[in-house]
């Protein structure tokens, strides 16, 4: 990717860059749900509503192994992953629609569809976030053991040797996302400066105390409205040295807004439009500082305002790029498989036109490298 201008001076600082399309390629039959790196950075892993996670060398998505997801026991249909993350070098935790939690050994070949390690099963309905733990000080791998899971209404910590711990009280609302924080302000006998933060169905923000999980500790209405505010899809921390100091997180809403939360005050300080109708699915932040959003159609690249404007973050100052969403190409050097992944008939219907921001967000700044057509 070309991420300079002519100058040289990176696109993070100036505004101004191209960001190129290293390799494509149709993964999966039905959508991809999901993606995440291994630790060392050299694989890209992917999952799929056709019950696979496939594994691809970063630079050239040259596929390199398969597992093939066990199937739901009472009906043998396939169980489609709903959330993967690379725990350690050797083991990946992968979650799915019917609520269960399994961990493969990335070792083995799994294509033959052979058991996960372990599995289990720590919220009655599908797992909506998945969030690791930080290792003890003790840790001799230096790898996170434990995680924290949403789903339904209720949250849910699981360690890798000993199963589920605890599971919290019905919270009466949708627990959608988390994140863990830590360097907050730690209170004698009441907080050691690390919570969890959990997005609910109904604009609030919910901030549980590491180790204290029946009930959360404090709330923050992030958006409010009639009968609730809008669901909070997803949510990251900023990284240090962007925004106005302190501990914040963004926070991607239902609406297609991102919202930005100051810990401490506990309040909302700015926000900004990914899209006018679709929810932002996901958010995050580049080496560079950059924010990254998803939702719809789009992926935005944003940068940080500097200078005297009021907004925190404008879209960066480039050409849009466009991804083709009929590829007729299969999985990268992976012919021997024939995985058949052309589109069925019924995804193909055409989609009812949506309101479009057309290139600029609500502040007036002009989106840049807006993705589009990722059907």
């Not at 992976?334 to 036109?353: A, F, I, L, T």
Request: aromatic share 4%; glycine share 14%.
């Amino acid at each position: 990717a070309n991420d300079s201008s002519e100058d040289g001076t990176p696109a993070s600082e100036n505004g101004f860059g191209q960001i190129e399309t290293s390799w494509r390629t149709r993964r999966h039959k039905g959508s991809c749900r999901c993606v995440d790196f291994s630790v060392d950075g050299e694989a890209l892993y992917s999952a799929g509503t056709d019950g696979l996670v496939k594994a691809a060398a970063t630079t050239t998505g040259q596929v390199s192994s398969k597992i093939a997801i066990v199937r739901d026991r009472p009906t043998s249909a396939i169980d489609a992953p709903c959330l993967l993350r690379a725990l350690t070098p050797r083991t990946l935790l992968v979650a799915t629609d019917s609520s269960a939690l399994h961990l493969y050994d990335l070792r083995e070949n799994h294509i033959s569809g052979s058991k996960p390690q372990q599995t289990h099963h720590p919220n009655d309905d599908y797992v909506s976030s998945l969030t690791p733990l930080p290792p003890s000080d003790t840790s001799t791998s230096g790898f996170s053991k434990q995680w924290v899971t949403t789903g339904g209404s209720t949250l849910a910590v699981t360690d890798l040797r000993r199963g589920v711990l605890v599971r919290s009280e019905d919270q009466e609302e949708e627990l959608l996302s988390s994140v863990y924080v830590s360097g907050l302000s730690a209170k004698p006998g009441r907080s050691k400066g690390e919570k969890v933060l959990v997005g609910g169905g109904a604009g609030v923000l919910t901030l549980w105390e590491r180790g204290v999980w029946d009930d959360q500790d404090e709330r923050i209405i992030v958006d409010r409205g009639t009968g609730g505010g809008e669901s909070l899809d997803t949510i990251t921390t900023l990284p240090e040295g962007i925004g106005p100091g302190g501990k914040m997180v963004a926070v991607g809403l239902g609406d297609g807004r991102i919202k930005f939360v100051k810990l401490g005050p506990n309040k909302v300080v700015g926000e900004v439009r990914h899209d006018e109708v679709e929810s932002v699915v996901c958010v995050g932040f580049d080496v560079g500082g950059r924010m990254i959003s998803g939702g719809g159609q789009v992926v935005k690249v944003w940068h940080e305002v500097t200078g005297d404007q009021d907004e925190r973050y404008g879209v960066i100052n480039g050409a849009k790029h466009s991804i083709a969403s009929d590829s007729d190409q299969g999985d990268v050097g992976e012919e021997e498989y024939s995985d058949g992944s052309e589109e069925q008939p019924e995804d193909r219907r055409r989609k009812k036109r949506r309101k479009r921001n057309k290139g600029k967000d609500q502040n007036g700044h002009p989106n840049v490298l807006s993705f589009k057509g990722m059907d």
